[in-house]
């Protein structure tokens, strides 16, 4: 079960966005599992991808058609996620893009495809180019939920998000959607991630709000380390709002909307912690008093990435001696021991390079049983600092995962 995730009541629609959702039976069940978005003209749009070697064909396309064309459409899918298929996947891609833009009146370098799913099965084209029609002709304004719950994966919600701003006196919406339950440590952004607003702005803005967005949402996330060969995330800017341009961060507006967009983000990358496969704890990772930023995210992530610690925190056993020793092998030079502390919430565990003398079992024991943690270390080597989010790793991960394509 999700921790402290409830699925969305309503997206806020974004007036030169429509969505829609369909079944092509890319699953064994009859579930919703493509997907369309509509993307009216004018509109800006940037995108980060992962940064795996083995990108997945939709990856490859969807960055040579950025390249090439304004996109009007995103085609979706889940079930399939097109990795690890060689030339027949580029040929599969091209394809359902191809037949996408034949149904639109669009060029081929005007849709930008994605999938997600099992890697290294060919793609079944036929299902989903009969689907395009059922799907073009279902575009509605208010279709965010219905998409954000045809991209799941092993989800158990979908995730999604509006927030509203005031720029000029005029109200700017941001909407985002994400999927991402596992193989989640993007190095980019995550498994898939659509986000929109009806502000106005230029290519260029748009892509240092979103790098500046995903560094600090997507690229502190971790469920189990592993980077997805799908990673792909989408800012779109339909510029229906009709405020004032901001063409760069220095325009005095720029901080309004970045801040939506970035608070949108955190908030779709701590969902996708808070679903990740069979956790059972959130976890916030805080390192600070470092020389680096780079340092900090250094110790973070070998906290967050080690089985020993997400596995104490599943069985709410307050083994700090796991903690002490993931930063002890965090790779820092000349670090000295004797002035890191380590915080449970508010229970300092170590200090002075061993267990603090305030500290008892019993109190380890109650911040262990709570469904929210923050693991807390402070390096006291400068003013640096960094958070991360992960969670446990619980017996239902590895079920999950030993029977994902069953």
Known sequence: ??????????????????????????????????????????????AVFTTNSFSAAPVRIARDHLVKATPRYCLINAGNANAG???????????????????????????????TGVIGKDLPVNNICNKLPVLFNSLSDEGWLNVAEAIMTTDTLPKGISRTVEIDNKTVTVTGIAKGSGMIRPDMATMLAFIATDAVISRKALQDILSYSVNRSFNRICVDGDTSTNDACLLIATGASNTPAIASGDDKNAAIIRNAIADVCLKLAQAIVRDGEGASKFITVDVCGGASEDECLQVAYVIAESPLVKTAFYASDPNWGRILAAVGRAGLKNLDIDGITIFLDEVCIVENGGRASSYSEYLGQEIMRRDEITVRIQLARGMSGATIWTCDLSNEYVRINAEYRN
Do not use: H
Request: with cysteine; proline share 4%.
């Open 85 to 115: 298929t060689g030339k027949q996947g580029i040929i599969d891609c091209i394809s359902s893009c191809q037949a996408l833009a034949e149904q639109t009146g669009s060029t081929v370098q005007e849709v930008l495809p994605f999938s």
């Open 1 to 46: 079960m999700a921790v402290g995730l409830t699925r969305p009541d309503k997206l806020l629609p974004i007036q030169g966005i429509r969505l829609s959702a369909g079944c092509a039976n890319l699953y064994n069940s009859q579930r919703n599992d493509l997907a369309l978005i509509e993307i009216s003209v004018g509109s800006a749009c940037a």
